[in-house]
């Protein structure tokens, strides 16, 4: 596991020290306490990104922690119907603030946290796509297996969104099945080869044309066998 990225609901010692046992790179969403909510406040060197936006950081360690660790802080001019936490002793801006074990610059470590928000797109997806909401088996362990199944034809899905249609977001599950799949096709003969013939407009040919083309050229770390007759 390279990175987790997590709500404020993981900002917990137990789960911090565990990615740190473990050698996890963190960064979690912090929940601000008073102690911490006064030191944010008396950071006074702001590393400016441009006129709306600022990063600092500080060393924090709260009761019960047995050592500080590293808190990410990112300072936006206040807009209206803007998120964030409103910090009272400064007014006029938002925070988002990181607990993080991650070295890397403090501006980096929120555009990679900032990355999260496209996770709510693939769980969306993942539930539209591939029904993974409302399901359960009476087996645990079944439920598990369906599960992992689903998310093994996601992996695949998006392999193909990256290697033949390169991009990794471009086009949904609903959107490919109909462009890609639900093309009339039938099987036929060409001398000795068989051959598959697509029912297709053609507008449409060259793309389909361009997307076998593309699979035909994927190298891959396996070898099929082909199959005996």
Known sequence: MGLVRADSGFAVDGMLRLFEEKKISYIVAARVMQTMRRQLAGIKDWL??????ATGEILYQATGWESPRRVVVVRQARREKQGGRFLLEVPGYTYSIYLTNLALPAVEVWRLYAGRADSENRIKELGEDFG????????FWATEAAFRSLLLAYNL?????QLVLGSLGAKTLSTLRFECVAIGAALGREGKKTVLRLALARPRRAWIEGLFSTITQITHPWKLRPLKS
């Open 157 to 161: 899905f998006g392999l193909f969104r």
């Open 48 to 53: 400016e990104i441009d006129g709306d936006v």
């Open 132 to 139: 993974m909401r409302g399901f359960a088996l009476r087996d």
